[in-house]
C-alpha cells in the first residue's frame, strides 16, 4: 500500500482482554484480500482467555454502572475524538485489511465515530417513568438499568461501524462489552481498543478477544454473567447463536441477512433511480446486509432503465482500494468469487442476458467484474439468495400489487428501497413492504440518528437512534407501599 501508518502502535498484533495487551500462544495470519499479501498475525484465543475476559468485565461493571451518564459520555466523545484524529490511519488499516477503497474507508471511520457522539449524547438521557397507581398508598416507578456484561460478535465488511454501533450504547448506558471481531478485519478493531484505552475507558469495560469463533462464541453465549450478545453476520450464524443463547436465557440483537428488492416504477425519476442503484448496489462491492439485491422495473421504464445502468455501472473503477479513483475493491475472500461465480452462471442458464460484467475481473484473485444481468427471472439462486458481490439482476414487472407480492415473498425483510413519484402510490408501497427501513427515492440511507434493524429472519433489535440504548437496558419496576 502506497501510505504508511503515521502512528504504528495503532496496528496491534495483540488482543486487548482485561485492560491487558496479550499475544496468545498460537496465532492467525491476516492477509490483504486485494493483493494476498501478510498483513500481519493476531492471538488465536479461545475459550479460557474469554472467560478471563468477562470475568474482568464483570468485576468492572460495578464502577461503571455507578458513574453519571455524562460521565461516561465524556469518555466517549474522547474516544470519537481520537477517532477522527486518526481518520487516515484507521481508513489506511481498514483499506487493507477489507480492500474498501481509501474514501470509503474515510468515510466510514466517521460513521463509526457519530455512533459515539450520539451515544455519548444519549448517556443522559436514560429516562424512566412514573405510573400512577390504581391504590392510593402506592407509588410506582419505572426506572431503566445497565443490563449487565455485553458481548458482540461483529462482521468484516464494516470493521469500525459495527463495532462503535453496539460498544456506544453499551458503555452509555453503564454496561462493560467484549467484542469479537471478524477473523478477516481485527486490526481494524484492535486499534479501536488502542484508542479506548487512550481515551481512559477502564480496561475491562471494552475488550476485544480475537480468535476461533466458535469457541469465543460458545463460551460468550453460554456463560451465565454474559447477559447480551449482539451479532451482526450472516442468517445461519445468528440462527446458530441464538440457539446458543436460549439455555442462558440472553437478550438479543440480530441484525442477519437481507434480500433488499429495489423498485423503479413508471412514475421514477429515472436518473436519480440509476444513482441511487449505484450507491445502493456497488457501495463496498455489493458487500453491505442493505445492498440492493433484486431490481423491479416496471415494463415501460424496463429497456431504458437497464440500458442507463448498465452505462454507469461501465463508469465504475475496479482495483486496489489505495489507488486513486478506484470506486470498486475486491471481495473479502476465495469463496465470496465462488459464490458470485456461480449466482452468475445460474443466472445465465435460466436465460439472463449479461448488459456488462459477468466474469472474474483480471485486478486480482478476489476481483469481480461489476455486473448487470437483464431479464432477470424467479427461479434464479439471484432472486431468493442473498448475493453479497457486485452482481444486479433486474427482474421486469407491469403491475403495483404484483411487485409487491415479488418483493414480500422472502423470508428476509431488512432494507427495501422504491422510486415513485405519485403521492398515493407512495404510501400504499411503503405501507405494504415487509421491511424493517424503507428508502424511498434515494439508494442510501444509514446515519446514526435513524433505527437501524430488520424484521422476519433478517433479525431484531435496533442500532443507532434514540431506540439503540433500549438494547442494553432492563427496566425496573418499584412499587412503594404503605404511604
Ligand atoms: P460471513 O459468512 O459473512 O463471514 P458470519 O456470520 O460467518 O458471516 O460472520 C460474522 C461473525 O460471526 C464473524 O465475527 C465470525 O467470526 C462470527 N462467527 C462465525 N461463525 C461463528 C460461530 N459458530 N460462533 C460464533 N461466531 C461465529
Redesign the pocket.
Known amino acids: 500500500p502506497p501510505l504508511a501508518l503515521r502512528d504504528q502502535s495503532l496496528l496491534r498484533e495483540s488482543a486487548y482482554v482485561a485492560g491487558a495487551w496479550t499475544q496468545g500462544e498460537a496465532r492467525f495470519a491476516v492477509k490483504n484480500p486485494a493483493t494476498g499479501a501478510l498483513i500481519g498475525h493476531v492471538p488465536l484465543l479461545g475459550a479460557a482467555e474469554t472467560r478471563h475476559a468477562i470475568e474482568s468485565a464483570a468485576a468492572a461493571f460495578a464502577d461503571w454502572r455507578k458513574r453519571s451518564g455524562r460521565e461516561r459520555g465524556a469518555l466517549l466523545l474522547r474516544w470519537r475524538d481520537l477517532i477522527l484524529e486518526n481518520t487516515e490511519d484507521l481508513a489506511w488499516i481498514m483499506t487493507t485489511e477489507q480492500g474498501k477503497p481509501l474514501a470509503e474507508a474515510r468515510g466510514e471511520v466517521g460513521y463509526a465515530a457519530s455512533f459515539l457522539e450520539w451515544f455519548a449524547e444519549e448517556a443522559k438521557r436514560v429516562y424512566g417513568e412514573t405510573v400512577p397507581s390504581p391504590l392510593s398508598d402506592r407509588r410506582l416507578i419505572v426506572s431503566r438499568e445497565p443490563i449487565g456484561v455485553c458481548a458482540a460478535?461483529?462482521?468484516?465488511?464494516f470493521p469500525l461501524a459495527m463495532i462503535t454501533r453496539k460498544a456506544g450504547p453499551a458503555l452509555a448506558v453503564g454496561c462493560p462489552m467484549i467484542v469479537?471481531?471478524?477473523?478477516?478485519t481485527p486490526f481494524s478493531a484492535l486499534a479501536l481498543a488502542v484508542l479506548a484505552e487512550r481515551a481512559g475507558i477502564p480496561g475491562g469495560v471494552f475488550q476485544v478477544v480475537t480468535g476461533d469463533?466458535?469457541a469465543?462464541?460458545?463460551e460468550l453465549t453460554s456463560n451465565p454473567t454474559v447477559r447480551k450478545l449482539s451479532?451482526?453476520?450472516?442468517t445461519?450464524?445468528?440462527k446458530?447463536?441464538y440457539a446458543q443463547c436460549a439455555p442462558t436465557v440472553k437478550k438479543l440483537s440480530l441484525e442477519l441477512g437481507g434480500n433488499a428488492p429495489y423498485i423503479v416504477f413508471d412514475d421514477a425519476d429515472l436518473d436519480a433511480a440509476v444513482t441511487g442503484a449505484i450507491a445502493s448496489k456497488f457501495r463496498n462491492s455489493g458487500q453491505t446486509c442493505v445492498c440492493a439485491n433484486r431490481f423491479y422495473v416496471q415494463d415501460k421504464i424496463y429497456d431504458a432503465f437497464a440500458e442507463k445502468f448498465a452505462q454507469a455501472v461501465n463508469k465504475l473503477v475496479v482495483g486496489e482500494g489505495f489507488a486513486p479513483g478506484v470506486t470498486q475493491g475486491p471481495l473479502i475472500n476465495a469463496a465470496a468469487i465462488a459464490r458470485v461465480t456461480a449466482h452468475v452462471a445460474d443466472a445465465v442458464e435460466k436465460g439472463g442476458r449479461i448488459l456488462t460484467g459477468g466474469a472474474p475481473h483480471p485486478a486480482g484473485a478476489n476481483f469481480f467484474a461489476p455486473t448487470v444481468i437483464a431479464d432477470a427471472k424467479a427461479d434464479m439462486r439471484v432472486a431468493k439468495e442473498e448475493i453479497?458481490g457486485p452482481v444486479a439482476p433486474v427482474f421486469r414487472f407491469s403491475d403495483e400489487a404484483e411487485v409487491i407480492r415479488l418483493a414480500n415473498d422472502t423470508e428476509y425483510g431488512l432494507a427495501a428501497y422504491f422510486f415513485a413519484r405519485d403521492l398515493a402510490r407512495v404510501w400504499r408501497v411503503a405501507e405494504a413492504l415487509e421491511y424493517g427501513m424503507v428508502a424511498i427515492n434515494t439508494g442510501a440511507f444509514s446515519n446514526e440518528v435513524a433505527p437501524f434493524g430488520g424484521v422476519k429472519q433478517s433479525g431484531f433489535g435496533r442500532e443507532g437512534s434514540r431506540l439503540g440504548v433500549d438494547e442494553y437496558l432492563v427496566v425496573k419496576m418499584l412499587a412503594m407501599a404503605g404511604l
Open positions: 460478535i461483529t462482521p468484516w465488511n469479537k471481531p471478524a477473523e478477516a469463533p466458535r469465543i462464541g460458545g451479532f451482526t453476520g450472516s445461519q450464524t445468528g446458530l447463536l453479497f
